[in-house]
Each structure stands twice: as structure tokens, then as C-alpha cells.
């Protein structure tokens, strides 16, 4: 389960290995291992054995045979589709999101839905429905949100590679977290349907150890699908080929300044200085710039549009099963949220969508000048399991903190632009160390190319948390 999906497919297509075997393995793995990682809501076993039987030597599908998971944000058909909330109750869709029907195509068997809090909110994984999903490198602390089940998995060896998505920073703070590989691509790249077709935030992807199968993933699930509102241009090249390219001579800029007032944790910090160090050691033009995102009012704004979409989700869990949206079915924070969208209107949401397109211009100026942006990951180290919590008295208060811990993200979601986090490094108390390095619009071959590099330069993939070896 630590070897590269791509890897693992060649010995199925070779016959050096079964499917049956890899999937089997992955089951073991997460039944020792989810008592105390806590990564799962639903293992499909019989039905990953299942599919794994019927794949066979030869398949001549990039990943035929490989166990993957999928985070609970993405319908898969036959199985419990809950988004962490009570008011979905036991809702079985009956069709797959396209994300999941391009994994099904590539040859992968699912073999279950992984733990995120409720509608994906908070940036860390502890949904009162499920319980807290951990990290597998300090069970104490969180693997991070919302794809917090999805990077325990990976980072324990539950499986090998999983689905993830990412609204507000939610593939890149997991991997962070948890040192993993998380990437994500350029507005419009991989489609969000059949469900929905134009979506301003959120973009689906995958948690990986490797550069290389990160973009051997995008190949996968990248472009448009029938009734798309707007994608993004088809890259040059696959990204597979650009990811294994020198990057040549780049010029990159270095800020830590968050957009929200935040106290950046000086591992942090000393990640980024780190990082700056060896791109300037590979050959690139490295230099700070003073970064024009700090804004008064940039929060309240993101969280009129971030706030519009979860209310919709606990309309939708209402309406599949045929009730009303409650206190007693959405948690506190979750609630908060969709009492605040009752007194707003649609011109107050695209209101606050103008004012983000405006502040999306400030941010993309800078890469006039930069190839490259590198930034913390996150602000603090992985929080402790409960310090954030969307049942407590002051929810708000929770939501307003969750921004302080992971204040780098949010920002390339609101942009648009590709952005990837890499485990470049560990940590004086062990944990990994993730720092983010941001593209220009569409651009994620370049942000590939010199990760790898970087990869190639301090090589993490063999990094593996005590719980996973035991």
C-alpha cells in the first residue's frame, strides 16, 4: 500500500499480482488500522472484492486493480452518501459523480467512503455524526479538513492513493498535515458534475505520496464532460510529461503575509525559509515580495459565497430524504450557516461574488512578476483533536479560529489558480511540515515540474508514521 499506484496497476497488468491480493491488503490495513484512525465511514469489502476479481492480467486501464477511497463529498453508486450530517440519513445515491465514473474507467476499485466534517466546513475532520477522523503520525492531533479521512488513509497505508476535494484549502491542509502530496488543479479543470456545473471554490483531485502520481491522476480526471458550464484550456501536454520535465530557470516570489491577521507558528516559517533556500540552491531567482492580499474584509466576504453552497447541501440532504433542515439534524456550526443564508438575498451573493472577482485580480497581478509564489501551508502545527468544534456554544467563534490555522489556502480557491502542498520537511515535534507553492491561471505543468524537482532534491516518500509500520 506505500508502493506508487502505477506501480501496483504494472504488476496487475504484468501478472506478478493480483488485484484480489492489492484489494485484501487494503482491507486488512483498514480494519487494523480504523479503530484508532477513525478514516472511514463505509468499507464496501464485498464489492471491492468483487471488482477486484473481475480485473485480470493485461488490463490495459492505467490503474486496473488499484484500491483507492473516496471522500464522502463524491456520489458513488451503491453506497451511503452523507457529507458527515445527520440529515442525509441512510441516502444511497444510485448513479456515480463523473469524478467517480473517470476513476472507474482508469481501472481503480473503490474500496470505501472516507470521514470529513459536516458539508466539508471546518479544516479538520470531527463530524459528530462519525466521530474524529486522526493522523496517523500523533492519533492526538487532526489529519486536517475537510479530506481529513482521506489523508489518514493514505498517510497510514490504508490505501494507496484517495479522492479528495478542496473548497477552501481542503486537499492542500490534510496534506499538509499528514505529508502527503496535495494538489489543487485550475478552476474549470476536473468536472464537478453531474450534480453541479459551474463551481467557484471547489475542485476534486486526490491525496498522493508522489509528485508523478499526483499528475498522472490530473490526467485522469482532467477536462470537459458533456453540459460543463466552464472548463479550463487543455494543458499542453499531459501532465504526467510536464511533471517529469526540468522546470528550467523560474523566477519565484517568497511571502508569509496571510490575508487575515494570523500568528504564523515559526516551524512554519522556518519550512518556507527552508524551501526558499533550496529553490535559490536548484538555480531559480528566489526574492520576497510584499503580497497585496491583506484585506479588512476578505473573510466576511469569502464566507458569504463559501456559506451559500453548504446551505444548499443541507437543503439537498433535506430533500432526499424528506425532511426539513433542523438544529436537530445540522450541527451548531452548520445551522449557523444556514440561518444566515435565510436573510440573505441572491443579489447579496453575487455581490459578494463581484467583490471576490475584484480581490482575485490583486492576487493574480503578482504572477506578472513571479512564475511561482511560495507560501506557508498552514499557519499552526496539526491541531489537537477537539480544538476546533462546530457543536460547541460559539460555533462562529470556532469557524473565525479554523481561518487562523490554515489563513494560505483559501486564497487560490478564490483566485482560481493552481496550488499544490508539498511534505518538503518535518518538524522539531515530529509532524510534517508542508509548504505551498502557487501557479499561474492554468498552469499546473509548471507547478508539477518543479515539485518534482524539489522532490527529487529531499525525497519524502518513504516517510512513513510509526503507526503505519508497527
Not at 496517523?136 to 494507496?160: K, L
Not at 460547541?392 to 478564490?414: I, M, V
Amino acid at each position: 500500500m506505500f508502493k506508487p499506484a502505477g506501480e501496483l496497476a504494472a504488476l496487475v497488468r504484468s501478472g506478478e499480482l493480483r488485484s484480489r491480493e492489492l484489494v485484501e491488503e487494503s482491507l486488512q490495513r483498514i480494519e487494523a488500522l480504523q479503530p484508532e484512525l477513525n478514516a472511514f465511514v463505509h468499507v464496501d469489502a464485498e464489492g471491492a472484492l468483487a471488482a477486484a476479481e473481475a480485473i485480470g492480467p493485461g488490463d490495459p486501464r492505467p490503474f486496473a486493480g488499484v484500491p483507492i477511497a473516496i471522500k464522502d463529498t463524491a456520489a458513488v453508486a451503491g453506497m451511503p452518501y452523507t457529507m458527515g450530517s445527520d440529515i442525509f440519513g441512510d441516502f444511497v445515491p444510485q448513479h456515480d459523480s463523473f469524478v467517480v465514473r473517470r476513476l472507474r474507467d482508469a481501472g481503480f476499485v473503490l474500496v470505501g467512503k472516507t470521514n470529513m466534517p459536516e458539508f466539508g466546513i471546518l479544516p479538520v475532520s470531527e463530524p459528530r455524526r462519525f466521530g474524529p477522523a486522526r493522523n496517523p503520525w500523533d492519533t492526538e492531533r487532526t489529519p486536517g479538513g475537510s479530506s481529513g479521512g482521506a489523508a489518514s488513509a493514505v498517510a497510514a497505508g490504508m490505501v494507496p492513493i484517495a479522492h479528495g476535494s478542496d473548497g477552501g484549502g481542503s486537499i492542500r491542509i490534510p496534506a499538509a498535515c499528514c505529508g502527503l502530496v496535495g494538489l489543487k488543479a485550475q478552476r474549470g479543470r476536473i468536472s464537478r458534475g453531474p450534480e453541479q456545473g459551474d463551481d467557484f471554490l471547489v475542485q476534486d483531485g486526490v491525496l498522493t505520496r508522489t509528485v508523478a502520481e499526483t499528475a498522472e491522476l490530473l490526467d485522469v480526471l482532467a477536462g470537459y464532460e458533456t453540459g460543463d458550464a466552464t472548463w479550463a484550456p487543455p494543458p499542453a501536454e499531459p501532465f504526467a510529461v510536464a511533471a517529469a520535465r526540468e522546470p528550467g530557470k523560474l523566477r519565484i516570489g517568497v511571502s508569509t503575509l496571510a490575508p487575515i491577521d494570523a500568528e504564523l507558528d515559526p516551524i512554519c516559517e522556518r519550512g518556507v525559509r527552508d524551501a526558499a533556500q533550496l529553490l535559490a540552491a536548484l538555480g531559480h531567482d528566489v526574492e520576497r515580495f510584499e503580497a497585496p492580499w491583506k484585506t479588512d474584509d476578505v473573510l466576511r466576504t469569502f464566507t458569504a459565497v463559501f456559506g451559500t453552497p453548504i446551505a444548499a447541501a443541507a437543503f439537498y440532504g433535506g430533500l432526499v430524504t424528506g425532511r426539513e433542515p433542523s438544529a436537530e439534524l445540522l450541527e451548531p456550526l452548520s445551522w449557523t450557516f444556514w440561518e444566515g443564508l435565510q436573510g440573505r438575498s441572491a443579489v447579496d451573493y453575487y455581490l459578494a461574488r463581484t467583490q471576490l472577482g475584484a480581490f482575485s485580480r490583486q492576487i493574480v497581478a503578482v504572477w506578472d512578476d513571479y512564475d511561482v509564489v511560495l507560501l506557508p501551508s498552514l499557519a499552526q502545527r496539526p491541531l489537537r483533536i477537539g480544538e476546533l468544534d462546530p457543536c460547541s456554544d460559539d460555533p462562529w467563534d470556532d469557524f473565525r479560529r479554523s481561518g487562523e490555522f490554515t489563513p494560505y489556502t483559501a486564497l487560490f480557491n478564490t483566485s482560481g489558480q493552481p496550488a499544490i502542498s508539498l511534505p518538503l520537511y518535518h518538524g522539531d515535534d515530529g509532524l510534517p511540515v508542508g509548504v505551498q507553492l502557487a501557479g499561474r491561471p492554468a498552469d499546473e505543468a509548471t507547478l508539477l515540474s518543479l515539485s518534482a524537482q524539489l522532490e527529487a532534491a529531499v525525497p519524502w516518500a518513504e516517510r512513513r508514521p510509526a503507526l503505519a509500520t508497527a
